[in-house]
């Protein structure tokens, strides 16, 4: 499965983004997908995680009430709306899928797209 996140951008603080993952001729329909970060120089780390049917969704603390992770119907694209940007969620962003769910928690995703640079300046 090939990946690609975009949408990513130089933006404000306080600003919003929307970024959009896509899979090259297949579906999310068989995967749990996940967005993933990682800012300079520290570990990536999972930031909302979505189960293929949709009825487990989780976000880290740090995005809560500021991030949403959804799909579209027909499972083809996949996004993570965020507004209210800080600076500390500069980083690239990832989509990820894996057919484990606990798996996603801990990073282990099957398949992972080519990141997305979002900076976020104050």
């Known amino acids: 499965v090939q990946l690609q996140a975009s949408g990513g951008g130089l933006v404000q603080a306080g600003d919003a983004l929307r970024l959009s993952c896509t899979a090259s001729?297949?579906?999310?329909?068989?995967?749990?997908m996940g967005w993933f970060r990682q800012a300079p120089g520290k570990e990536r780390e999972w930031v909302a995680l979505?189960?293929?049917?949709?009825?487990?969704?989780y976000y880290r603390d740090s995005v809560k009430g500021r991030f949403t992770i959804s799909k579209d119907k027909d499972d083809e694209s996949a996004f993570l709306q965020m507004k209210s940007l800080k600076p500390e969620d500069t980083a690239v962003y990832y989509c990820?899928?894996?057919?484990?769910?606990?798996?996603?928690?801990?990073?282990?995703?099957?398949?992972w797209g080519k990141g997305t640079l979002v900076t976020v300046s104050s």
């Open positions: 990820a899928v894996n057919t484990n769910w606990r798996a996603a928690f801990r990073g282990a995703m099957d398949y």
């Open positions: 001729g297949r579906t999310f329909n068989n995967y749990h």
């Open positions: 979505i189960s293929r049917n949709r009825d487990s969704i």
